[in-house]
T-cell receptor, first 112, second 118 residues
Framework: TQLLEQSPQFLSIQEGENLTVYCNSSSVFSSLQWYRQEPGEGPVLLVTVVTGGEVKKLKRLTFQFGDARKDSSLHITAAQPGDTGLYLCAGVLYQGAQKLVFGQGTRLTINP | DTGVSQDPRHKITKRGQNVTFRCDPI?????LYWYRQTLGQGPEFLTYFQNEAQLEKSRLLSDRFSAERPKGSFSTLEIQRTEQGDSAMYLCASSFRGTHLRGYEKLFFGSGTQLSVL
């Protein structure tokens, strides 16, 4: 059973469209991170959200942490082919926990 | 700063052979993590070190797996008597954990070692 469920697992859209990726759990997380991974490379951290309800923006990417700290979303506005990649959410279950729990990822393809 | 370096990038081995991977973290980082990622899944935690001490191991880490970080710098992950189920990307990550408590830290991942067991 996956502690963090991401949806959709695959998403293919046209350049210029908007999209939202979801990361859900029945567990409460101390903090949650979003990573992007290219084929053959390790994940690269995009953002960390810590407070319930927190919203962070990174250019065209908007990240939100749910009020109850059990879920998160990543919204991309006007997607570009350069946004193509595997997006992973990862959480820390409690303050002081030493490991990240990852979702299974969302493979995003932006078609020109 | 050249980032986290892993060697080799690819390893093909026959079932039953032993393999060893190396990870060189970012030089000032005191924490080092090993994760395993199979196709279509997110990374799974294996173990981590604070300096040279191995502080936590996942139940995924069977007795065929051993990790070391002898001088608190580079780390090695050895898999003995490899099985086909060991085929995966093995990722190393490092971070700096200060003395203050934080709910999160920034992990820097290497490019991984892709292991194929035939």
């Amino acid at each position: 059973t996956q502690l963090l469920e991401q949806s959709p697992q695959f998403l293919s859209i046209q350049e210029g469209e908007n999209l939202t990726v979801y990361c859900n759990s029945s567990s409460v997380f101390s903090s949650l991170q979003w990573y992007r991974q290219e084929p053959g490379e390790g994940p690269v951290l995009l953002v960390t959200v810590v407070t319930g309800g927190e919203v962070k923006k990174l250019k065209r990417l908007t990240f939100q942490f749910g009020d109850a700290r059990k879920d998160s979303s990543l919204h991309i506005t006007a997607a570009q082919p350069g946004d193509t990649g595997l997006y992973l959410c990862a959480g820390v279950l409690y303050q002081g926990a030493q490991k990240l729990v990852f979702g299974q990822g969302t493979r995003l393809t932006i078609n020109p | 700063d050249t980032g986290v370096s892993q060697d080799p990038r690819h390893k093909i081995t026959k079932r039953g052979q032993n393999v060893t991977f190396r990870c060189d973290p970012i030089s000032e980082h005191n924490r080092l993590y090993w994760y395993r990622q199979t196709l279509g899944q997110g990374p799974e935690f294996l173990t981590y070190f604070q300096n040279e001490a191995q502080l936590e191991k996942s139940r995924l880490l069977s007795d065929r797996f051993s990790a070391e970080r002898p001088k608190g710098s580079f780390s090695t992950l050895e898999i003995q008597r490899t099985e086909q189920g060991d085929s995966a990307m093995y990722l190393c990550a490092s971070s700096f954990r200060g003395t203050h408590l934080r709910g999160y830290e920034k992990l820097f991942f290497g490019s991984g070692t892709q292991l194929s067991v035939l």
